[in-house]
């Protein structure tokens, strides 16, 4: 291979450090037990304010911490449904591989996005129609990725394009219809943008999130996805391209 590799950093050792961040960010998982009982608890003590869940202390339904579980939940399912097809159109086990850990760990994080907004009874949709990432808005500046236009919220849906990074129908369908090298250069081309764009999330909950819990999971979400870019520039370079402008 010709790939160039970051101050000597190989791919072994990119994977290693992805899964030390994986079980970093798992820790999260116990957090938001810890975070679920004391909701659960606060609920039995009193009613909920005004504009809020029905658990007590639960953040509202317009929150960013809301917004952030809404939008991420919806974001790394593409990235599992992405993984699922590349692993059915390429033999090369370095990309199954990736795949695969790309699918299992977000996979489990959407678990936990969902299962906080079913603990805090709030809409797995926006209230009201609200578009995508209008939970950054607020306070952020502007957050773009491939497929959105910059600004801190996404555009309306262009053919599939909820927000930053994610592929189109039509990429997705070019996806499943290559096969070998050209499928995996496409796979860690979208998978990049697909990252670039979820990083930006996260980094926006890390700034306005409130639900500690959920601020720790953001933040293993940002050096994960980093450290899986980095490894991805490194494939793309072994085959001879390289991520998408």
Known sequence: MTAVREAGR?????????????WAAGGAVALALLFAGAATVASARGGAEPGRGAVAGAPAADSADAG?????????????????????????EEVRR???????????QRGMLLGW???????????GGGKPMAWMASEHGEHSGHGASAGTEAPAETDGVLMPGMASR?????????????A?????????????????????????????????????MV??????MRLMRDMLAARGAEPRA
Request: aromatic residues 4%; contains cysteine.
């Open 10 to 22: 190989g791919p072994d050792e990119e994977r290693r450090r992805t899964r030390r961040v994986r």
């Open 68 to 92: 952030f579980a809404r939008d991420m939940a919806v974001h790394h399912q593409q990235a599992v449904e992405m993984s699922f097809v590349v692993r059915d159109r390429t033999g090369d």
């Open 98 to 108: 990736l795949a695969y850990d790309i699918a299992n760990t977000q996979a489990n």
């Open 117 to 127: 907004l079913d603990l805090w009874e709030l809409p797995k949709v926006a209230p």
């Open 170 to 182: 039509q990429e997705l369908a070019r996806l499943g219809s290559l096969s070998g090298e050209r």
């Open 184 to 220: 995996e250069i496409l796979f860690l081309q979208l998978m990049t943008d697909h990252h670039e764009g979820g990083v930006a999330m996260a980094e926006g909950c890390v700034s306005l999130c409130t639900v500690p819990a959920e601020r720790r999971l953001a933040r293993g």
């Open 223 to 228: 050096e994960g996805q980093r450290s899986e």
